[in-house]
C-alpha cells in the first residue's frame, strides 16, 4: 500500500508542478499585456496633454486620428508617441485620411441643409412655377 500511496502522490505532485508551470506563463503573459495597454494609455495621455487644440494647426481630428495610430499598434511594434507627447508616426497615408474625413464630418440622419436647399431648387425650376418675393407679399 505505500509504494502505491507513494505513486499517487509523486503523481499529484508532478500534476500541481505542471499546473504551476502554466499559472506562473499566464501570469507572465498577463504582466506582458498590462505593460503594453498601460503603454499605450500612457501615449494617449500624453499625446493629449502634448497638443493644444487649434496652436500649430492641430485640430480635434489630428489627435483623434494620432490616438487611432495609438490605439491600433499591436505587441511587439512601437507606440508612435516619444517622452514628451509628440506624434512619431507616420501622418500621411489614404486610410488616415479616410479616417479623418469621417471624423471631421460626422454623420447625421438628415441632410444638409445645403443639399434641401439644392434639392428644392431643382424641383422648383421643373415641376413648378416659384413666386417671387412680391407675389408671396401680396
Given at each position: ?12 505532485a ?13 501570469l ?69 485620411d ?24 431643382d ?12 407675389e408671396?407679399?401680396?
Amino acid at each position: 500500500k505505500s509504494e502505491a500511496a507513494l505513486t499517487e502522490a509523486n503523481k499529484k505532485a508532478m500534476e500541481l508542478t505542471n499546473r504551476v508551470a502554466e499559472l506562473e506563463l499566464l501570469l507572465q503573459k498577463s504582466e506582458e499585456d498590462k505593460e503594453f495597454y498601460f503603454d499605450k494609455l500612457r501615449g494617449v495621455e500624453a499625446l493629449v496633454q502634448a497638443n493644444d487644440l487649434g496652436t500649430n494647426g492641430i485640430t480635434a481630428a489630428h489627435v483623434v486620428q494620432r490616438i487611432g495610430k495609438v490605439l491600433s499598434v499591436e505587441q511587439g511594434e512601437e507606440i508612435p508617441i516619444d517622452e514628451s507627447g509628440s506624434f512619431t508616426g507616420n501622418d500621411n497615408d489614404a486610410e488616415d485620411d479616410a479616417m479623418m474625413d469621417v471624423v471631421a464630418e460626422p454623420s447625421s440622419p438628415y441632410p444638409a441643409a445645403s443639399d434641401l436647399l439644392q434639392e428644392v431648387a431643382d424641383e422648383g425650376s421643373d415641376d413648378m412655377d416659384l413666386m417671387s418675393p412680391s407675389e408671396l407679399m401680396a
